[in-house]
C-alpha cells in the first residue's frame, strides 16, 4: 500500500473531524491549547501508537502539556508602570516606625 501525503490544511482538517461524533469522537481539543487533542479513549491511544510504529512512522514522544505564560502588558493605557507604588500616608512595618512590631 503506497503511503498518502496530506497536505497540512487537509490534516487539520482530519484532525478536526476525529472530534465530531459521525466519526466517533475520538479525540477531544484540550482546554486552552490551540492544535492539542486528548484520546477520549486510553486505549484508542495505545492502537494508534501500535499502528504507526507498524507502518514504520516515528513519534515525536511524550511530553507534557506545557505551562501557559501570563503576559503582563506594560503600558500608559493601563496605568501598568512594572513597579509597586505605595499609598501616601502608608508606611510599611519598619520603615518610620518607633513602635516595636507585634509578635
Request: no cysteine.
Given at each position: 500500500?503506497?503511503?498518502?501525503?496530506l497536505?497540512?490544511?487537509?490534516?487539520?482538517?482530519?484532525?478536526?473531524?476525529?472530534?465530531?461524533?459521525?466519526?466517533?469522537?475520538?479525540?477531544?481539543?484540550?482546554?486552552?491549547?490551540?492544535?492539542?487533542?486528548?484520546?477520549?479513549?486510553?486505549?484508542?491511544?495505545?492502537?494508534?501508537?501500535?499502528?504507526?510504529?507498524?507502518?514504520?512512522?516515528?513519534?515525536?514522544?511524550?511530553?507534557?502539556?506545557?505551562?501557559?505564560?501570563?503576559?503582563?502588558?506594560?503600558?500608559?493605557?493601563?496605568?501598568?508602570?512594572?513597579?509597586?507604588?505605595i499609598?501616601?500616608?502608608?508606611?510599611?512595618?519598619?520603615?518610620?516606625?518607633?513602635?516595636?512590631?507585634?509578635?
Amino acid at each position: 500500500m503506497e503511503p498518502v501525503t496530506l497536505s497540512r490544511p487537509k490534516f487539520g482538517e482530519r484532525l478536526r473531524q476525529l472530534k465530531q461524533p459521525s466519526f466517533g469522537s475520538i479525540l477531544k481539543s484540550m482546554d486552552g491549547r490551540a492544535g492539542w487533542y486528548t484520546f477520549n479513549e486510553k486505549m484508542l491511544r495505545g492502537y494508534v501508537r501500535m499502528q504507526a510504529e507498524g507502518s514504520g512512522v516515528e513519534l515525536n514522544g511524550e511530553r507534557a502539556a506545557p505551562k501557559q505564560q501570563i503576559h503582563v502588558p506594560m503600558n500608559a493605557r493601563n496605568g501598568y508602570k512594572g513597579r509597586p507604588t505605595i499609598p501616601a500616608g502608608v508606611k510599611p512595618k519598619g520603615e518610620g516606625s518607633d513602635e516595636e512590631p507585634r509578635r
